[in-house]
Antibody, heavy 121, light 107 residues
Framework: EVQLVQSGAEVKKPGATVKISCKVS????????IHWVQQAPGKGLEWMGL????????IVADKFQGRVTITADTSTDTAYMELRSLRSEDTAVYFC??????????????WGQGTMVTVSS | EIVLTQSPGSLSLSPGERASLSCRAS???????LAWYQQKPGQAPRLLVY???SRATGIPDRFSGSGSGTDFTLTISRLEPEDFAVYYC????????FGQGTKVEIK
């Protein structure tokens, strides 16, 4: 069974950095891209970026360029998303997702359970 | 960037009724790059349809996707109690973007 398990909720102060993990199982980690999606409270889904575990190459959405780092550790089958210079607007649930593992497309086949990040002074 | 606009914003229907959810793209895209997701409160989204009309694993056949060009539709033929949720369309032709969602509520 394909599973993505994310790290737990975080509370951070403005200006801090948060790093969220996404550990996968049930498939070959290096063969499929991992994406990150932001969902602010009561709002929709926003794509943040992806990492290709095979070569570690990230692609980050324009909105998050310069503040987000997405990485993959093939020794532990875990992807990471780091968000810096946190502000109140970054309060959101962050999801990881894998594409292609079941559908063979770039649709988001399986999702992690989400990680709530609260930014508050 | 391809912008997806979903309508209506919310839909009030009774179990057993048919639901039609619309997703309009700001530019033409192949249906091969269009997906639909369902999200319930406190849960992660779940893939329902990819490639415009292919159901994901385990998705019942009351869910169907259709459309082409700039207009796409998710149809739920007969609503079950567990279908009341928020639905998002997504394109993956050029980067990845989501529509703003349609909430299907119990009438």
């Amino acid at each position: 069974e394909v599973q993505l398990v994310q790290s737990g909720a975080e509370v951070k102060k403005p200006g801090a950095t948060v790093k969220i993990s996404c550990k996968v199982s049930g498939y070959s980690f290096i063969d499929y891209n991992i994406h990150w999606v932001q969902q602010a409270p009561g709002k929709g889904l926003e794509w943040m970026g992806l990492v290709k575990p095979e070569d570690g190459r990230p692609i980050v959405a324009d909105k998050f360029q310069g503040r987000v780092t997405i990485t993959a550790d093939t020794s532990t089958d875990t992807a990471y998303m780091e968000l810096r210079s946190l502000r109140s607007e970054d309060t959101a649930v962050y999801f990881c997702s894998v594409t292609g593992v079941m559908s063979g497309t770039d649709a988001f086949d399986v999702w992690g359970q989400g990680t709530m990040v609260t930014v508050s002074s | 960037e391809i912008v997806l606009t979903q309508s209506p914003g919310s839909l009030s229907l009774s179990p057993g009724e048919r639901a039609s959810l619309s997703c309009r793209a700001s530019q033409s895209l192949s249906s091969r790059f269009l997906a639909w997701y369902q999200q319930k409160p406190g849960q992660a989204p779940r893939l329902l349809v990819y490639g415009g009309s292919s159901r994901a694993t385990g998705i019942p056949d009351r869910f169907s996707g259709s459309g082409s060009g700039t207009d796409f539709t998710l149809t739920i033929s007969r609503l079950e109690p567990e279908d009341f949720a928020v639905y998002y369309c997504q394109q993956y032709a050029t980067s990845w973007t989501f529509g703003q969602g349609t909430k299907v509520e119990i009438k």
